[in-house]
């Protein structure tokens, strides 16, 4: 019997992985809904008064929204008490968050610090903002969550990438839940290195088991039902169960793509990152999102999230039911 057999025969089938909370700190859009358009354009998560606080002090950008979606989609998920503290089972509760340029910003300050007065001028306080994995450890902190925590800075696909992981997390039993963050902060380092203006965004969302979260009686939004990463969005497509040409309720992506509709038909078709310019490493999570605002708008069909494509390394798709 091969690894994979016996890796696939451990996966119980009762493991149908749900999102259980959504949660938005996005200017101009106030509920995941908003997503599916026009956008409001107005109201929505306020960055003057959102990002400040006692609790925020000492942290970067894409932490401080972060914590922000975070607390958001633990709230609908109905994993905190009125006090906010995390109600789930911490030890066995994940956090893994998506972003590429999250805290470019406080790894150039620092090395540009180093570079003109030398290493003993750097703030001890603001070191520990240039860790890659900084905004997931500040969630974890904040709720005491002591599940797998990482961060998956992948390009294009690191959104969806970062939902696929915390999947794979939940249904292997290595977490009961997870929380999935995709962030992406507006500063001039992001804007830099984009060439256009940045987006401050943070998304997030709870992923678990079916039935762990029908016992609790939370309202599943979503069913993550598939997903695939390949050298292009025709072998992602095949990967994720999804035929050429097939139909389905909702397309999320970049239908500018060369050769994207040829290859799929879609009852409707929303390109996020047009409506609200670069998103990066938190578009998968938004497109996310999304589908879940689609399902609960009584429209049928099944979605499908893609990102990448001809003018990236790589494309992924997810699959999503209701």
Not at 278 to 298: M, T, V
Request: with cysteine.
């Amino acid at each position: 019997m091969s690894t994979t057999s016996i890796a696939r025969r451990r996966i119980p089938n009762v493991r149908e992985v749900v999102v259980a909370g959504i949660g938005l700190a996005l200017p101009g859009v106030a509920t995941y809904g908003d997503l599916l358009g026009p956008l409001p354009g107005a109201g929505g998560f306020d960055v003057a008064t959102g990002l400040s606080g006692r609790e925020l002090r000492h942290k970067d950008r894409a932490s401080r929204l972060a914590l922000w979606a975070a607390e958001s989609a633990l709230h609908d998920a109905g994993l905190t008490d009125d006090a906010a503290a995390f109600t789930g089972a911490a030890d066995e509760t994940a956090v893994v968050v998506s972003t590429n340029l999250g805290n470019a910003d406080s790894v150039c300050e620092a090395a540009a610090t180093i570079a003109g007065a030398g290493v003993r001028a750097l703030s001890p306080l603001g070191l520990p903002q240039t860790s890659s994995n900084v905004t997931a450890g500040w969630v974890a902190i904040r709720y005491g969550l002591r599940g797998p925590n990482l961060t998956v800075c992948n390009g294009a696909t690191s959104g969806l990438d970062a939902l696929a992981w915390a999947r794979n997390l939940v249904v292997a039993g290595r977490a009961e839940a997870a929380v999935v963050v995709g962030v992406e902060p507006a500063n001039d380092v992001a804007t830099k290195l984009l060439g256009r203006q940045s987006t401050d965004v943070a998304v997030a969302v709870v992923l678990e088991p079916a039935h762990a979260a029908a016992s609790r009686g939370a309202r599943p939004r979503a069913t993550i039902a598939g997903y695939a990463r390949a050298q292009d969005l025709s072998g992602a497509l095949a990967a994720a169960g999804v035929a050429q040409e097939e139909s389905v309720g909702l397309w999320l992506g970049d239908g500018a793509e060369a050769g994207a509709r040829r290859l799929l038909a879609a009852t409707r078709h929303i390109d996020l990152e047009a409506q609200l310019g670069p998103l990066s490493g938190a578009l998968g999570i938004l497109q996310c999102a999304a589908a879940a605002a689609h399902f609960e708008s009584g429209a049928t069909g099944r979605v499908l999230a893609t990102a990448g494509g001809p003018r990236h390394d790589a494309a992924a798709a997810v699959l999503l039911t209701p």
